[in-house]
């Protein structure tokens, strides 16, 4: 069965220092998402991209993040200099077409991220 | 968004029916009602979701009121791997994207 990936499954990052996560989506899906969990806390929306670029991005997703699709596979999520509370579990997820639409989302296993 | 509201945790035995409650008398005519679920340390994982029909597929089944103001969440027979936080998530079928915006969810537990 396809599934999303993503790697490294736990990134040790000192504070300040840049962090990148990876994600290879599902091959056929044009949607891709990131979302993030706190500790003890609820799944959030980071931002959704379709077409190369941001489709929508919550109040989270500040200048310190950004995405890419660097080739036809991957999908990244760049933290430029991490904080403390950047501290988190990272999903990534795609979908075939919207979300907002008639579909599922397929999530990846997550990474955990611990800036120290 | 609708706003929904779950228990936050239920309890069930194994090999016994569950139903999962969720209200969501904000929800809109175009939200379909998305159910997920996220296992211990595992990322959030599709059940099942609907718009008017009561829904079965491998997994569950969907029970929508008529009024589209709550729907039950119905997994048949629970196993010990169903044990898992379970999340109803309105979602507009409105041509936009739209994103799953998730609750706290209702944590199921199964005693076996």
């Known amino acids: 069965e396809p599934e999303v990936t993503q790697t490294p499954s736990h990134q040790v990052t000192q504070m300040g220092q840049e962090v990148i996560l990876r994600c290879v989506p599902i091959s056929n899906h044009l949607y891709f998402y990131w979302y993030r969990q706190i500790l003890g806390q609820k799944v959030e929306f980071l931002v959704s991209f379709y077409n190369n670029e941001i489709s929508e991005k919550s109040e989270i997703f500040d200048d310190q993040f950004s995405v890419e699709r660097p080739d036809g596979s991957n999908f990244t999520l760049k933290i430029r200099s991490t904080k403390l509370e950047d501290s988190a579990m990272y999903f990534c997820?795609?979908?075939?077409?919207?979300?907002?639409?008639?579909?599922?989302?397929?999530f990846g296993q997550g990474t955990r991220l611990t800036v120290v | 968004d609708a706003k929904t509201t779950q228990p936050n945790s239920m309890e069930s035995n194994e090999e016994e029916p569950v139903h999962l409650p969720c209200n969501h008398s904000t929800i809109s005519g175009t939200d379909y009602i998305h159910w997920y679920r996220q296992l211990p340390s595992q990322g959030p994982e599709y059940v099942i979701h609907g718009l008017t029909s009561n829904v079965n597929n491998r997994m569950a089944s969907l029970a929508i009121a008529e009024d589209r103001k709550s729907s039950t969440l119905i997994l048949h027979r629970a196993t010990l791997r169903d044990a898992a936080v379970y999340y109803c998530i309105p979602l507009n079928y409105g041509g936009s994207q739209g994103n799953l915006i998730f609750g706290k969810g209702t944590k199921l537990s199964v005693k076996p």
């Open positions: 997820a795609s979908s075939e077409i919207g979300q907002g639409t008639n579909t599922e989302a397929f």
